[in-house]
């Protein structure tokens, strides 16, 4: 039997459960099931059409969706609160029949009601639904069966997300989604491809941090600004070059769409030729990042009022002679180069990396996760400092990128199918338990963000802003 419900409140705002509406599985009824069958039938053919051609098809919601018409075989009307940020374990099961029932639960936030029905028919997070007209919240549900964990936070409009943080917040203080080897989401080797969409697609659903290999095209010569996109010594395409050049005015026009955002960008020298760190940073001294209005290099972390419609360099690459003496000796952009390699925590500088990138085989899945969730507890106990002239706090950067080439179960695809929903039920239920810092995650970089519509990691690290933001309202 499943445990009791748990209700966790990640929001500013007390919620309230109001009412437990029980309804038997619509498997169990004669359209249910025939409904049941054919997402099942559909199910197994878009898989067998992933398997022949590797093009995957969406498969919809499962058959957990309750009909508009169903009737449920018991009601309760409760009064369960739970406060901003604390969970309260009740003693309400979420079966009483048979273990496949839905709870439909209906909450009471800010004189409103707002119902979600668990489990939920599609992945691991969606929206309540407002029972009145004029919703003064939008929320989000995540849910875990096996604990029977529902956690609730506020929601954001993900292409804008930053637009209600305060100017003076550090932006390393922030929860900020981000992509590892973001632009790999072409045709490429299995090992290569770590994306399921492109980089505007990932700015638009919420991703503000991308992580970028390039290789220098004419390193010898300095009139020329051709960086070519790479994966290790990989180009990340089959059908041809792909530039750094089209990525960056493809961030740069967002940007300019949505003024109230940042994107950082992690840069760093990969691919096969002779090149080296110092020609890089003349190339993107002299051909990008010039334009103090549009790039940040000073070498510090900066408020998000500094960053607003910029890029925030941070490069992985060393400097050369006119780099190291940029802003008065302190260098250019902020230093992330050379931190340890295959680590679970280092701390380089402003930046605190977990990179354990060697997962030679499927059971050190479960140390990838560890380390991970580890450094997720690092972000969240840290706080954003009240005085606005004190040391922000460190950079966390946590990937949750690893591959195996000559291992299928460790591809990035694969390793991520298991990574991704691991990360969304610690948040949901152990993160930051010990109630202490903003709760926040840094920067979480993630492989497979989006595939199939699917960006639920990405709801819940910009959801856990929330404490943040609830602190700099008062």
Avoid at 32 to 44: E, I, P, R, V
Wanted: proline share 7%; net charge negative.
């Amino acid at each position: 039997m499943s445990p009791p419900l748990t209700l966790r409140n990640l929001t500013s705002t007390p919620i309230a459960l109001k009412v437990i509406e029980r309804y038997s599985s619509p498997a169990a009824t004669g359209i249910g099931a025939g409904l049941g069958n054919l997402a099942s039938n559909f199910t197994s053919f878009t898989n067998n059409v992933t398997q022949t051609i590797g093009v995957k098809l969406p498969t919809g919601p499962t058959n957990k969706e309750l009909a508009g018409n169903a009737e449920s075989f018991a009601r309760e009307e409760v009064d369960i609160r739970v406060e901003p940020f604390t969970a309260n374990h009740t003693d309400k099961q979420t079966t009483e029949r048979a273990p496949d029932e839905v709870l439909r639960l209906t909450f009471e936030i800010d004189d409103q009601r707002y119902r979600i029905d668990v489990p939920l028919p599609v992945r691991h997070t969606r929206e309540l639904t407002c029972l009145q007209p004029d919703p003064r919240h939008k929320l989000t549900a995540i849910y875990v069966p096996n604990e029977s964990y529902l956690s609730i936070l506020f929601s954001s409009n993900l292409d804008n997300w930053m637009h209600d943080l305060a100017d003076h917040t550090p932006i390393s203080a922030l929860s900020i989604p981000g992509t590892h080897n973001s632009p790999t989401h072409y045709k490429a080797l299995v090992s290569v491809r770590c994306q399921a969409v492109s980089p505007r697609e990932q700015l638009n659903n919420g991703v503000r941090f991308f992580d970028i290999r390039v290789q220098p095209e004419n390193p010898t010569d300095p009139s020329k600004d051709g960086l070519i996109l790479v994966h290790g010594v990989f180009p990340i395409s089959l059908t041809g070059n792909k530039y750094f050049r089209d990525l960056v005015n493809e961030t740069l026009r967002f940007l300019d769409e949505h003024p109230s955002e940042t994107v950082i960008i992690s840069l760093k020298r990969e691919g096969p030729g002779e090149h080296n760190d110092q020609q890089l940073a003349r190339i993107m001294r002299d051909h990008y990042a010039g334009d103090e209005s549009r790039w940040w290099t000073e070498p510090r972390i900066p408020k998000l009022g500094e960053a607003r419609r910029k890029i925030v360099l941070l490069r992985r690459f060393c400097l050369d002679d006119d780099g190291k003496h940029a802003h008065d000796g302190r260098g250019w952009a902020i230093d992330g180069e050379n931190w340890a390699y295959n680590t679970p925590n280092d701390r380089h500088g402003d930046v605190i990396v977990q990179d354990f990138c060697e997962v030679l085989e499927t059971e050190n899945i479960d140390t990838k996760i560890k380390f991970a969730t580890e450094h997720l507890e690092r972000a969240g106990c840290c706080a954003c400092p009240d005085d606005d002239n004190a040391q922000p706090p460190p950079l966390f950067l946590n990937f949750l990128s690893a591959s195996n080439f000559w291992k299928v179960g460790c591809w990035p695809e694969k390793i991520a199918a298991k990574l991704n929903p691991a990360v969304i039920n610690h948040i949901a239920v152990r993160h930051v338990m010990s109630g202490e810092g903003d709760w926040g995650t840094g920067i979480v970089v993630c492989d497979w963000v989006g595939d199939q519509g699917d960006w639920d990691l990405v709801r819940c690290i910009v959801g856990m802003n929330g404490k943040l933001m609830m602190r700099q309202r008062r």
